[in-house]
């Protein structure tokens, strides 16, 4: 069983910057995929990075080149900074992890997820 705990969400304007920490629970942290998911009102919940246990990455082409995924193992820490927003990047963004330690863009591949933080970005 895992844990996921979301943090660092809120309001920003336009161009600024926010890092969502994720932290997890549980001792094999490491060989666990992690996934950045976001899900505005009315829409699906959709992948925006992903990090695999062995640190290979993956980034939604509407966040290429503005967020960053990480990870720290020794801490069971998941990050995603998050630059240059834009009012489109408004929704509740969750973490998730699968046990495969791979990235997958579908919400089911994924096993545990976090309760979910708001980020609402200001024209």
């Known amino acids: 069983q895992m844990r996921l705990v979301e943090s660092g969400g809120g309001l920003v304007q336009a161009g600024g910057s926010l890092r969502l920490s994720c932290a997890a629970s549980?001792?094999?942290?490491?060989?666990?995929?992690m996934g950045w998911f976001r899900q505005a009102p009315g829409k699906e919940r959709d992948i925006v990075a992903g990090i695999g246990s062995g640190v290979n990455t993956y980034y939604a082409d509407s966040v290429k080149g503005r967020f960053t995924i990480s990870r720290d193992n020794a801490k069971s820490m998941v990050y995603l900074q998050m630059n240059s927003l834009k009012p489109e990047d408004t929704a509740v963004y969750y973490c998730?992890?699968?046990?495969?330690?791979?990235?997958?863009?579908?919400?089911?591949?994924?096993?545990?997820w976090g309760q979910g933080t708001q980020v609402t970005v200001s024209s």
């Open positions: 998730a992890a699968n046990r495969n330690g791979g990235i997958y863009a579908s919400p089911g591949s994924y096993d545990y």
């Open positions: 549980g001792r094999t942290f490491g060989s666990y995929g």
